[in-house]
């Protein structure tokens, strides 16, 4: 079938061309294809319609593909060529009911969406419809699938569609949803055209400004048209907080065996010096302390290369166009940390040097508790600083190429084609350098406000003589993504009895798709230059000027301590010759190709019912999947990793049936049902155990054997288009999923994992590189659940305020709010058997946008929150009653423009106006220590405001 389907797509891609039915209405879905030929016929009632550009322009047509369309969807479409609404497409997603946006944590862009309550891997992104994969920054080597968007620059596309409802024609895999990115072409604006764009960004917490520009070049000859299109883009991200990294425990939970909570220490209470005031020990044993109490500062350093082409012929029945897609988008990252290392911390040997493994239990002092959070603070003895820099570097390489086909034969049938491949390689390494000091007194307590606490001891923070027990950790991960894909397609329109019309799609396709993890870990060959350097070596190369400047960490932070420069780190410690071929780590690397040929059939059915036009969409897609699975396998008495080859296939068949009827000539119901299905992440599917986080002690233990998940959905909604430009939508969705992927904890030690001693970092390690072979560990397994059931509801709303008098007729709006009802994988229930409802997704999200066009003035402002949720992958209860949520966050952005002519326009852009503090935080399930989402804080960062001045216009 591979090979005659290949055979087949290049013969029409020579004679035929692949597309739209018009240039204006690119990649839309043939299976909406007769509405919207019929929108499209002049009306003597709109003669004397003005036409409206800008935003409002844009709006309006997103509107009119949503009002035509039989299924459930939703766009973003550009102002003009070139001219896409916002200046990031991630950003543009947010604004689209049900579509949720996941920033990155350090450059603070958007980055990932899930659709509708469910995570972002069951999300499909596809590019003129072929399926497309792109990781970047912290993803890098996560194996997930899905795709990253801030990897491209919003220029390089000219359309963004939203599938919520089946369709037998899109992409099988995305349960939440499918998302089709649409890049332009020439004949989408049949005219000599030239667009650039340049601009000034400054973001308040770097102090830095940045550059980033655009230009586009369009233009068709006769039957032949080309574009090109380049844009560039830097950035610099600052960012300072707070960090728990992980949680917080009590010293008698941590003394528990298994142990309960999030990690293990043990106060001292032996020691001579030990004093508890008017406390108990069964209070102060009892009040939670953070895994670690460390201050944190980071800076981001991004930059975005994209290239955008398409060369098209274009005749009355022939269309043909060749389009690519290059982006690059490099990063490097410093981060900075100082403060208290509390996990693994206890007494148990007090011969042993103070505050080093054995004797590192802390000696409570003058402690006090909160009773209202639980909170131990006060002043501690035997406590140890840690003074750790990761250097990081990482880049993204994206490249697309597509031949498209479309040959209308005749006025009712169509054929097409489209020849694809796409390539993303993702590169990430860093280092990780820290030193430490040992055994000292040390002050702590939060603020009023939870963010900014203060730390203090009389011990120089600066002078390098006071450290001691350095430690290094490096990394290096490469992902790549491979992706091969023909289709062939034949539209037919037809006849039915009365008034009633017909139209069929047919289609065949063929994918190969492949996802390489390659991983290697050179620690123990740092490790030994670090020996070899000795305490003395490493002092100095210390310097007390921190890396990072600019930071405001409130009053109680210390300003600066002793650490390492890029330079110095990088220099010592090259990531790129300690990470050779050497130190490959087969547990952690994989190859997995999937193999899928599919085959589907619809039919749109347009007629009368009652005098109502009534559009009906019926199809079904059949696909079968093969799976080839190349990864390294421990095997006889020594374990030795050895190569190892798994197989896999699977049949799907996945139904759709959608409907819309026009009760008025301004009031349409729609509803849709379906089958989907999502493919497990390849991570879970192909990897062995293997450490995910080698500073974390939690490792995962992958299941080839996963079946996928799949899907019944419903979904109908209600939609009033009350003016021109205007619309107010009410709808209901279910999703009833079956073989579901669960995550199982067990408690177990590092020695009964097999792994070696590098799988975990320095932290985690002695001097001679060695990790206790008892050290509790949380393995996660996998499997697939039984039957779960997600619903919700979205409303949504758009009115351009044409009604009122000059020059208040301008303004607009829209807005939108999604509700989700709980849902999570795995039942989260207290020490005493209470189950609490949790959501792995945000409850609601919720969008506003006020903006105002009259000549040459125009002004946006946006306000986008998400509700609180879940932190990772679907979290339970680790003993110590803590739920651990990533907070609700809004962000408020603006921008406001000026065109002097077509020429030259004048913009002024405002991002995070409301400087949002992104954080996480433990809530108390059992309600007994307050219920404040600013207590027992994890990861609390703010990024600071971006403004951005710049000139854009057209010739």
């Not at 035509?68 to 200046?87: H, L, N, T, W």
């Not at 269309?319 to 690519?324: E, F, K, V, Y």
């Not at 040390?442 to 350095?470: C, K, L, R």
């Not at 979205?794 to 849902?823: C, M, R, V, W």
């Amino acid at each position: 079938m591979k090979h005659k389907l290949i055979y087949s797509a290049v013969s029409m891609a020579l004679a035929a061309a692949y597309g739209q039915a018009n240039a204006q209405a690119a990649a839309a879905p043939p299976a909406e294809k007769a509405s919207e030929a019929a929108a499209a016929k002049p009306d003597a009632n709109q003669l004397s319609t003005v036409v409206v550009t800008g935003f409002r322009a844009s709006l309006e047509k997103s509107m009119a593909l949503k009002q035509q369309a039989i299924g459930v969807r939703d766009s973003i479409v550009a102002e003009d060529i070139g001219k896409f609404p916002e200046a990031n497409v991630a950003e543009s997603l947010q604004r689209v009911p049900g579509v949720i946006l996941n920033r990155d944590e350090s450059s603070g862009e958007g980055q990932r969406i899930s659709i509708r309550g469910l995570p972002d891997v069951y999300t499909v992104t596809t590019l003129n419809g072929a399926l497309v994969n792109a990781v970047s920054t912290s993803t890098i080597g996560s194996a997930a699938r899905g795709f990253n968007y801030d990897v491209f620059a919003s220029e390089l596309f000219g359309r963004v569609d939203f599938y919520k409802s089946p369709l037998a024609e899109l992409n099988e895999g995305g349960m939440g949803g499918v998302v089709d990115l649409q890049t332009p072409r020439p004949f989408d604006n049949p005219k000599r055209t030239f667009r650039y764009g340049v601009t000034a960004s400054y973001n308040t917490t770097s102090g830095k400004t940045d550059p980033m520009g655009f230009a586009l070049y369009s233009n068709t000859w006769g039957d032949w048209g080309a574009l090109v299109g380049v844009s560039h883009s830097a950035a610099v991200n600052d960012r300072s907080g707070f960090e728990a990294t992980g949680g917080y425990n009590s010293s008698f939970r941590a003394s528990q065996n298994p142990v309960k909570g999030n990690f293990a220490f043990a106060l001292d209470y032996d020691s001579p010096r030990a004093s508890l005031g008017s406390y108990t020990r069964e209070q102060v044993d009892n009040a939670l302390l953070p895994r670690i109490y460390r201050f944190y500062g980071s800076s981001n350093d991004r930059t975005r290369d994209g290239l955008v082409g398409s060369l098209q012929f274009k005749t009355p029945t022939l269309n043909l166009s060749l389009d690519t897609l290059y982006s690059k988008l490099k990063n490097s990252r410093d981060e900075m940390y100082f403060g208290l290392l509390i996990r693994n911390s206890r007494t148990t040997d007090r011969t042993k040097p103070a505050g080093q493994s054995g004797n590192n239990g802390f000696i409570p002092l003058n402690v006090k508790i909160d009773p209202a959070s639980n909170l131990l603070t006060g002043t501690f003895g035997n406590t140890s600083y840690s003074s750790g820099v990761t250097y990081s570097e990482d880049e993204t390489q994206f490249g697309y190429v597509a031949a498209n086909a479309r040959w209308t034969v005749s006025d009712r049938l169509v054929l097409s084609s489209q020849l694809s491949t796409n390539r993303s390689k993702a590169l990430s390494y860093q280092d990780t350098l820290s030193g430490q000091i040992f055994g000292v007194d040390s002050t702590i307590d939060y603020g009023s406000d939870h963010v900014y606490p203060s730390m203090s001891s009389p011990v120089s923070y600066t002078d390098p003589a006071n450290f001691q027990g350095f430690g290094i950790g490096t990394g290096w991960t490469r992902e790549t993504d491979k992706s091969n894909q023909g289709r062939v397609v034949a539209d037919w329109d037809y006849h039915l009895a009365g008034d009633w019309t017909g139209h069929l799609k047919a289609g065949l396709a063929y994918s190969e798709t492949s996802k390489e993890i390659n991983k290697r870990n050179g620690t123990s060959a740092a490790t030994a230059k670090l020996n070899t350097l000795g305490t003395a070596g490493l002092r100095s190369g210390m310097t007390s000027v921190l890396p990072i400047g600019n930071l405001d960490m409130g009053a109680g932070w210390p300003h600066a301590w002793g650490t390492f420069t890029r330079d110095y780190t990088y220099s010592t410690f090259d990531p790129l010759a300690f990470n050779s071929e050497a130190t490959f780590t087969p547990a952690q690397s994989f190859k997995a190709q999937e193999n899928v040929s599919t085959a589907f059939v619809q039919s749109d059915f347009k007629g009368q019912v009652f005098d109502r036009e009534l559009r009906l969409n019926a199809g079904v897609r059949f696909a079968r999947t093969e799976t080839l699975i190349d990864n390294y396998k421990q095997q006889g008495a020594s374990l030795t990793y050895a190569p190892n080859r798994e197989k896999g296939s699977y049949t799907s068949l996945l139904p759709a049936f959608s409907a819309a009827l026009d009760l008025t000539d301004s009031l349409t119901w729609r509803a849709s049902w379906g089958k989907t299905l999502s493919r497990q992440a390849l991570s879970i599917i192909a990897a062995q155990t293997v450490i995910p986080n080698p500073f974390d002690n939690t490792a995962t233990a992958g299941n080839p054997g996963l079946r996928p998940q799949k899907s019944k959905n419903l979904d109908t909604s209600l939609e009033w288009y009350f003016q021109k430009g205007s619309m107010l939508s009410a709808a209901l969705f279910k999703k009833e999923l079956t073989d579901a992927t669960v995550g199982n904890n067990v408690q177990t030690t590092f020695g009964a994992l097999g792994l070696p001693d590098t799988a975990l970092g320095a932290i985690f390690q002695d001097a001679n590189g060695k990790v206790d072979p008892n050290l509790p560990m949380t393995l996660r397994t996998y499997s697939n659940a039984g039957k779960q059931t997600l619903k919700g509801f979205e409303l949504a709303y758009q009115q351009a305020f044409t009604f009122l008098p000059d020059p208040f007729k301008g303004l607009g709006a829209l807005a939108s709010y999604t509700h989700i009802n709980p849902f999570n994988t795995q039942v989260w229930s207290t020490n005493a058997g209470k189950v609490i409802e949790v959501n792995q997704v945000p409850k609601y999200a919720y969008s506003a946008t006020l903006y105002y066009e009259n000549g040459p003035f125009a002004f946006r402002t946006s306000y986008n929150y998400k509700g609180r949720s879940l932190h990772g992958d679907t979290p339970k209860n680790n003993g110590d009653d803590l739920i651990r949520w990533r907070a609700g966050r809004g962000y408020l952005d603006a921008n406001v423009s000026y065109k002097i002519n077509d020429a030259l326009e004048i913009r002024l852009e405002a991002l995070n106006l409301s400087n949002t503090l992104a954080y996480d935080y433990f809530e108390d399930a059992t309600g007994q220590y307050g219920l404040g989402d600013r207590t027992r804080m994890d990861y609390a960062k703010y990024d600071g405001r971006t403004f951005k001045i710049g000139l854009r216009g057209r010739f």
